[in-house]
């Protein structure tokens, strides 16, 4: 199965969210699951795509940024084939557009 992660800070960042999304990513792939991990792209870290333990790592560049609170309108062009996409909330400027994917494209994309 293919599973985005969609969280507003990851590694190598030190918060909560972050390295929760890191251990299930760990434990999905050791399931057998191709896992992203989609992010805003911060300035002090500069690869768009990356790899960290064999994780797949998108980073978006943000629109504007407020702290960890990035506006990032080109995801919804980023969440596109996948099985299965987890949004670990709040992340503001980043579920919005989400929420608006589902709600125009809502038959092409399952929520649970």
């Known amino acids: 199965m293919k599973i985005g992660q969609i969280v507003s800070t990851f590694y190598p960042y030190k918060a909560g969210m972050g390295n929760t999304v890191l251990m299930f990513s ?3 792939k050791i399931l057998g699951h191709d896992v992203k991990v989609i992010t805003p792209l911060y300035k002090k870290y500069d690869k768009r795509i990356e790899d ?48 608006l994917k589902k709600i125009f494209f809502g038959k092409k994309i399952k929520s649970r």
């Open 52 to 99: 960290y333990n064999n994780i797949s790592i998108l980073r978006i560049p943000p629109f504007f940024k407020i702290g960890n609170a990035a506006f990032i309108p080109n995801i919804m062009k980023k969440l596109v084939n996948f099985d299965l996409l987890i949004l670990h909330y709040p992340f503001f400027g980043g579920a919005e557009f989400i929420l």
């Open 26 to 28: 760990k434990v999905l």
